[in-house]
Nanobody
Framework: QAQVMESGGGSVQPGGSLRLSCVAS????????VEWWRQPPGAGRKRVAE????????WYDDSVKGRFTISQDNAKNTVYLLLDRLKTEDTAMYYC??????????WGQGTQVTVSS
């Protein structure tokens, strides 16, 4: 089992930036992709970015494409999500998930991002 822990959330004004971190530990060789999901208040959880650990190929949901950037630091077992040009509608709990080779996910506890003026 892989363990993941998010950090880096906070409160920012519209147009601001944040960098979220997802640190993986445990059986990390079993991780195929790392995903970032978000869940706004009163809404369901939605995947917004994903990184293939082997190929380094990223994927983004249209709602964040061009504003969010996913990257990895293999030496630190960390995947980052840079949130740029934030909008009020980006307000959500952000979760990191390790998608394993068996198709199952290990989830972190989440980190809150609040965008307001």
């Amino acid at each position: 089992q892989a363990q993941v822990m998010e950090s880096g959330g906070g409160s920012v004004q519209p147009g601001g930036s944040l960098r979220l971190s997802c640190v993986a530990s445990g059986y990390i060789d079993n991780i195929r992709d790392v995903e970032w999901w978000r869940q706004p208040p009163g809404a369901g959880r939605k995947r917004v970015a994903e990184l293939s650990i082997g190929s380094g190929v990223p994927w983004y949901d249209d709602s964040v494409k061009g504003r969010f950037t996913i990257s990895q630091d293999n030496a630190k077992n960390t995947v980052y999500l840079l949130l740029d040009r934030l909008k009020t509608e980006d307000t959500a709990m952000y979760y990191c998930a390790a998608l394993k080779k068996d198709g199952l996910r290990d989830w972190g506890q989440g980190t809150q991002v609040t965008v307001s003026s």
